[in-house]
């Protein structure tokens, strides 16, 4: 079968459990519909996310978009606190203020979310196969835990390991590439940062010295077709990109992915 989308993620609370859909639409900005569209900050403004606490594989926190319905509780023990955010905001951010031990606020943004990547606020984009050979990279890790450490949006299946390689190009000019009838430009390999090496649920780093192994393996493994001006190192997987067609768009589990000439 040819290259098409397979899985569709979007994660309406930064750092917090995804939700899968079998239908995204694309905002003008580029970014999917609720992406990233919550987020969690201290008194200061600065987020509270995975890069910054390891607590917060521990915290489950589900977010309805539409309704804006939430469930949170500790991760695998009972729901403890569920309410709308319109109506129980203040009470979730004092059940997150003593989970975390510091003050805990909720910011929305409604037009790109709060992406990692400003200059790419576009879906990010793995293979099924890259999961599954990295996955292998590893004893005992699986690829659903693999899915879960790097958190793309969209996953390409009835392709070869590392196909997203393909959508990033070494003038570092957007590689034009259509999912369904949406057009988006892949930019670059996206970098990772300490997150991947944590069970997406305890927190815990394992297996040790991930970050190194992976970039070891990234290094064999390079394909031919990726462009090594993107590679200042080698702990990057995923591709990131930006919509290049004005408008916006809709993408559904199934649609046909194909690259473009420029």
Known sequence: MSAHVARITVFPMKSCDGLA????SVMVSGALLY????????ANGRFINAKRTPLIHQLRLQV?????????????????????????????S????????????????????????????GP???SAATLR?????????????????FRANIEVDGVEPFWEDRLFR?????????AGDVQFGGINPCQRCVVPTRNSQTGDVTPAGFSQQFSRRREETLPDWAPREHFN????????????????GIIRVGDTVELESI
Not at 21 to 24: H, I, R
Not at 133 to 149: D, I, N, P, Q, Y
Not at 236 to 246: A, G, V
């Open 21 to 24: 859909l079998e239908t995204a």
């Open 35 to 42: 992406d990233r569209k919550f987020a969690l900050v201290d």
């Open 64 to 92: 309805d978009p539409v309704s804006r319905e939430f469930d949170v509780g500790r991760r695998d023990e009972k729901v403890e606190l569920h309410g709308r955010l319109d109506d129980d905001g203040p009470q979730l």
């Open 94 to 121: 004092d059940w997150l203020s003593t989970f975390f031990s510091l003050e805990v606020s909720i910011i929305e943004n409604d037009e790109t979310g709060f992406p990692d990547d400003l200059g790419a606020v």
């Open 124 to 126: 990010t984009i793995i």
């Open 133 to 149: 050979t990295v996955a292998g990279w590893f004893e005992g890790l699986t690829v659903e835990e693999v899915r879960h450490r």
């Open 170 to 178: 070494s003038d570092r000019q957007p590689q034009p590439f259509r």
């Open 233 to 248: 190192h080698f702990y990057r997987l995923s591709t990131n990109t930006r919509l290049l067609e004005r408008g916006h």
